[in-house]
Structures are given as C-alpha cells and as structure tokens.
C-alpha cells in the first residue's frame, strides 16, 4: 500500500527555521514527481513547491520563493522541504503528495500523507 | 497566474440528492483540471482528474466535465459519507498548480 509519512512539524518563532521530511514507501519513489501542499488552519489547500523525478526541476509557488527549498533523496525515498525566515502566515498543515505527471498527461495528487503541522509564532 | 473561483462556497442537500459545484478558471485550462474530497482532519483525496476521468477506486456516482475556463463536479445521489468539502485544482503549465477555495458540502 502507498505510503506517505510526514515529519518535523513543529512550533518555531518568527524568522527561525525548519526541515520538514516525508517518507514514501510501497512505490517507485524515484519515477515520480513530488509536491507540498499546505492548509493554514480553517483554510483551503495552497500549494506549495513541486520537484520532477530526480531533483533537476523545482516549482515555487511566490510567497515561499527564496525562502524554501524543495529536495529529495531518492536512494533513501524521502521527499525534503526546507523552510526558513518562517513567518505567522506559514502556519499550515503540510502536505506531501505524490503525482503521477508524466510528458502528455496531466499533473495530479494521487496520494497524500496525514500532513504535519508548523506553527509560527511566538 | 491562474485563479480559480468555486461555486457556491457551501450547499446545503439530503442524502439521495444530485448536487453540482462549478469551478472557474480565470483563463483557459483546456481540461487540466482536477477535483478532490477532503474531510474533517483528514488528507484531500483525488476524485477526477483531467476534468472528467475518475479516479481509481472512486464511486461512479462522481462525475467530471467541462473545458476551457469552466467545469462542474456532479454527486448523484448523494450518500451521508458524501457530506465533506470540495476543491478544484488547476494543473495547467506551468506551477503554481493553484486551488479553488473550496465548497463545503453540508446535510440539509
């Protein structure tokens, strides 16, 4: 069965910093792209940041640009997002997702961890 | 980039009931649109993908359309375990792939 785990969620202080981790397992994590999504509390999805199948192309949505950082480790089925200069408003759930995209189809979350939250405050 | 606007942002209907949300791309997606489930606490679930195919393992019950700029999401009659909140998702070229804001579908 699919499997997606996340991690790291925590309570951290505006300006400070944090690692977030999923861990695939029971598919070929390494054919897939790979994204984040996030839900601030009582909100709807925003996604986040997306990465193709072995790390060369990434995606920011604009409000996390120069602040995230998006990696994997394919050899150890783990999806990665870096986070710093956190602010109030990153405060969410986050969601890793698993999507099936492939040249002449079309981007989807097939599958979806439990999510983590991060809290920012302080 | 592309904003996606949901309609209506809640509805009321009885189990057995046929609903339908709309969802309206602010330029055209072709049929890169999908649609997801979400319950209380718990992690979207994808129900149509590319407008209108359904996505493995989901009831019949569920069907997708549209093209362009506008879709729908129809629920034929309605199950209690129906009852939750809605997105749509654009996946057109290239990121942010962004989401509707969301419809939350509540028993009358």
């Known amino acids: 069965e699919v499997q997606l785990v996340e991690s790291g969620g925590d309570l951290v202080q505006p300006g400070g910093s944090l690692k977030l981790s999923c861990a695939a397992s029971?598919?070929?994590?390494?054919?897939?792209?790979m994204s984040w999504v996030r839900q601030a509390p009582g909100k709807g999805l925003e996604w986040v940041a997306n990465?193709?199948?072995?790390?060369?192309?990434?995606n920011y949505v604009d409000s996390v640009k120069g602040r995230f950082t998006i990696s994997r480790d394919n050899v150890k089925n783990s999806l990665f997002l870096q986070m710093s200069s956190l602010r109030a408003e990153d405060t969410a759930v986050y969601y890793c997702?698993?999507?099936?995209?492939?040249?002449?189809?079309?981007?989807?979350?097939?599958?979806w961890g439990q999510g983590t939250l991060v809290t920012v405050s302080s | 980039d592309i904003q996606m606007t949901q309609s209506p942002s809640s509805l009321s209907a009885s189990v057995g009931d046929r609903v339908t949300i709309t969802c309206r791309a602010s330029?055209?997606?072709?049929?890169?649109l999908n649609w997801y489930q979400q319950k209380p606490g718990k992690a979207p679930k994808l129900l149509i993908y590319?407008?209108?195919s359904l996505q493995s393992g989901v009831p019949s019950r569920f069907s997708g359309s549209g093209s362009g700029t506008d879709f729908t999401l129809t629920i034929n009659r309605l199950q209690p375990e129906d009852f939750a909140t809605y997105y749509c998702?654009?996946?057109?070229?290239?990121?942010?792939?962004?989401f509707g804001q969301g419809t939350k579908l509540q028993i009358k």
């Open positions: 997702a698993r999507d099936p995209y492939q040249r002449y189809s079309s981007s989807r979350f097939d599958f």
């Open positions: 029971a598919f070929a994590f390494s054919n897939y792209w």
């Open positions: 330029q055209s997606i072709s049929n890169y």
């Open positions: 998702q654009q996946s057109y070229s290239p990121p942010p792939h962004t």
């Open positions: 990465i193709d199948q072995d790390g060369s192309e990434k």
């Open positions: 590319a407008a209108s």
